[in-house]
């Protein structure tokens, strides 16, 4: 049986990927320091719940409580798993959080990540994928963002570390032919969602009658895009490791693509939404009203991030379908049965 390594398994997107995969039947080892960047009690409800769905369903699965920044202990991990793939997913995550914190971003996102595509060499891993950022995007106003938009002007921490990630995986992808690939993933929303994240924090404040604050004055557009869309797409992309593109000086010198096994690729719904319109929506699923508190854009943020997700499209014909309105419905319906859960347990 095929393994799979996930890092950042506790995390959003990383528990909706081993819940994927475990139901395609491969063996999936979760790797996760269980930070306390936010509510650590829900990062520990998403494992609990893989670990009794996979008990009760005869499936393999395996969470370890470590730290990708500690090199010795992820070399015991891939010594002893010895796994096939490898996603990682781990990351200080946040645009804002990297002025408060850089340490944090440049230890998890620059030395973690090192240390993977080090482990990944070693075993030679059959295909390492790795989460970028929409954020790499930085000011740039050329929309829908494509993959050959320029990449050099990031205008917060956290995308720097992302943009390092990708020229890391190239060059291992060149030195020592690891097939890698990185994903730019854009405002990911969905049950089990992260606090820190506007749906979360949006619906919770509406529910409960408080204020909720609109920045950029409610002038901000985003390719919300739900997280069984995203899983979708990581999960064709992990089965078909890229190749070398032998063509590639040929063809104009693809920045996607390249002459080593190594590709980057947008994930995200090729529908943008404005900020107000995603208010409504929580609005008219929670059958309340939000009391708006209106302030400036922040430091480090954009007003528009918009995908052109057309290369991936054409690599393993990736379609997002889910609305903003099914997608909101779907969290909120999750969000009051999870609230319900915590009070009664």
């Known amino acids: 049986m095929k393994k799979v390594l996930v890092t950042g398994g506790a995390g959003f997107i990383g528990f909706h990927l081993c819940k994927r995969l475990l139901k395609e039947g491969l063996s999936v080892c979760s790797v996760d320091n269980l930070n306390d960047y936010y509510d650590v009690k829900l990062k520990e409800d998403r494992i609990n719940k893989l670990k009794y769905e996979s008990e009760k369903n005869g499936l393999d699965f395996e969470f370890i409580k470590s730290d ?54 070693k075993h030679q891993i059959e295909h390492l994928v790795y989460a970028s950022s929409s954020s ?27 943009r390092s990630n990708e020229l890391i995986a ?18 990911v929303y969905g049950p089990w969602g992260r606090p820190d994240m506007a749906l979360y924090k949006f619906t919770e404040c509406i529910d409960q009658g408080l204020p909720i604050d609109v920045y950029n004055n409610g002038e901000m557009k985003r390719a919300f895009t739900y997280i069984d869309d995203v899983i979708e ?49 929580i609005e008219n699923s929670l059958q309340k009203k939000a009391i708006k508190n209106f302030l400036p854009i ?30 909101i419905s779907k969290f909120i319906r999750w969000y009051k049965n999870y609230k319900k859960w915590i009070y009664f347990k």
Request: aromatic share 10%.
């Open 170 to 187: 190239h060059t291992y992808s060149h030195l020592f032919n690891i097939p890698a690939t990185g994903l730019r993933f854009f405002t």
């Open 298 to 327: 922040q430091p480090g943020d954009v007003p528009e991030t918009s995908a052109d997700t057309s290369l991936l499209n054409k690599y393993v014909n990736y379609k997002p379908e889910t609305s903003i309105k099914e997608g």
């Open 68 to 121: 990708i920044i500690d090199k010795e202990s992820l070399t015991k991990i891939f010594d002893l798993k010895r796994p096939n793939k490898v996603v990682n997913l781990a990351a200080q995550a946040g645009v804002r959080y990297s002025i408060e914190n850089p340490s944090a971003y440049i230890q998890a996102n620059v030395v973690g990540f090192s240390n993977i595509i080090e482990e990944c060499r």
């Open 233 to 281: 797409g990581v999960y064709r992309v992990l089965n078909k490791p890229p190749q070398s593109d032998k063509l590639f000086f040929e063809k104009g010198k693809e920045p996607s693509s390249s002459w080593a096994p190594h590709k980057i690729f947008n994930i995200g719904n090729t529908s943008c939404s404005s900020l107000m319109e995603y208010i409504r929506e």
């Open 136 to 162: 790499v995007y930085g000011g740039n106003k050329d929309l829908p963002f494509k993959e050959n938009t320029g990449v050099d002007h990031p205008v917060s921490l956290y995308a720097a570390t992302k």
